[in-house]
């Protein structure tokens, strides 16, 4: 694409792309930061008396909003913080979303994976500084590439803890993978394939274990997807080589022989399990564990380390089936559409789907602003097809 092109496709963009351009650039700059920019561009949306407008063309708005709704008042009257402000999250998410379904659109749509995908390099590189300083604190050289076990000592760049950034780099990862098969352009799929590569590398510090899994999946099933019957061959050949050697040096998955985490994953599911017990209505709000583990002496923990065991123990039997009901009813089928029309965009989303219920098996990532975000927004590209 030359200067020109792309100057005429910035100045078709109205007000509303630009401001969703700027959130998509928040992201990288902390969850406060985004939330932030959040509100104002939720505020500038209202005042220019869209907002509402696109909240009633949301499909199962009604849904939504009943269950961000319960989630703030048992938030509130269990006392429950963080809680709270988890909910008041999804707010910002969702209404961002109703503004996104009603502006996106495919150029749009591609400008943001690419912002995110450049940022990328940027976090990064910090990302490098920290993991050289981990290092130097515990007398390791930096060649040495020595993961260390406790969360603090492990990449994080500017999202909080090592597991949201690697949650963060799987995201990145697929998306390298979804424009490399888009762009057919040699220089621009050196691009994906360098900036992916970093990103792997990067994945590979952060010790997240379990954010290698979905990638094994997901790829593949992509090139399947998208019928990329050459690409589905050579990750299926290089899928192979990867486990072989696997197999003959195990130490190449970081923190391979720590089985502590694993261990105490099973006390924290019990503790859960209590808290379900006693609370199975509504829970006790958004991350509901951390109050759990100090009524019934479980294991600290600041969520119950499975999206279906804390969903249970946050939201209760109410709040799960509202999240289910939505799902099945509002977004499954018109993902299901997407299919007839876009079997690249397709791939995408179920891939997403799939990092959600994989990692969601050992871990909770999807309750910050930047990795919920980034999920309903590709969740939601289907209205895409729609204007494509």
Not at 193 to 217: M, Q, S
Not at 236 to 253: A, Q, R, T, Y
Not at 321 to 337: F, M, S, T
Request: hydrophobic content about 55%.
């Amino acid at each position: 694409m030359n200067l020109s092109t792309l100057k005429e496709e910035f100045h078709s963009f109205q007000n509303t792309d630009w401001m969703l351009l700027m959130v998509t650039v928040s992201l990288f700059l902390t969850q406060y930061v985004t939330a932030a920019v959040l509100l104002v561009f939720l505020g500038w949306t209202a005042y220019k008396k869209e907002l509402w407008v696109s909240i009633k063309e949301q499909p199962g708005a009604i849904w939504i909003y009943l269950f961000i709704g319960i989630e703030i008042i048992v938030s509130f009257f269990a006392n429950n913080l963080i809680g709270l402000v988890n909910a008041l999250g999804m707010l910002l998410v969702m209404g961002f979303i109703s503004v996104y379904r009603k502006q996106v659109h495919p150029k749009l749509f591609h400008y943001m994976i690419d912002i995110m995908l450049i940022g990328s390099i940027f976090v990064g590189i910090l990302a490098l500084f920290q993991f050289a300083d981990f290092s130097a604190q515990k007398g390791y050289d930096f060649f040495e590439f020595h993961i260390q076990n406790s969360p603090k000592r492990r990449i994080m760049a500017t999202f909080d803890n090592a597991n949201l950034y690697a949650t963060m780099l799987e995201f990145w990862i697929f998306f390298c993978v979804y424009r490399f098969i888009q762009c057919k352009g040699l220089l621009k799929r050196i691009f994906y394939v360098v900036i992916g590569l970093f990103n792997f590398g990067l994945l590979y510090l952060t010790g997240c274990r379990t954010a290698l899994l979905p990638l094994v999946v997901i790829i593949p099933l992509f090139f399947f997807l998208a019928r990329e019957k050459k690409w589905l061959l050579l990750s299926l050949v290089g899928l192979g080589i990867g486990i072989i050697l696997v197999f003959m040096e195990p130490d190449l998955i970081p923190r391979i022989a720590d089985m502590s985490t694993l261990e105490s994953r099973f006390k924290i599911w019990n503790c859960a399990w209590m808290g379900i017990q006693n609370y199975p209505i509504f829970g006790l709000g958004p991350q509901s564990y951390h109050l759990y583990y100090q009524m019934f002496n479980g294991h600290k923990a600041p969520h119950a380390h499975n999206i279906y065991v804390d969903s249970l123990a946050s939201y209760g039997i109410v709040g799960t089936l509202l999240i289910i009901y939505y799902a099945c009813r509002y977004l499954l089928p018109e993902i299901g559409n997407v299919r007839l029309y876009d079997r690249q965009l397709f791939g995408l989303i179920i891939g997403f789907i799939l990092i959600f219920l994989i990692h969601g098996l050992l871990d909770v990532t999807m309750n910050v602003l930047a990795t919920a975000l980034v999920f309903m927004m590709i969740l939601n590209a289907g209205v895409l097809v729609k204007k494509d």
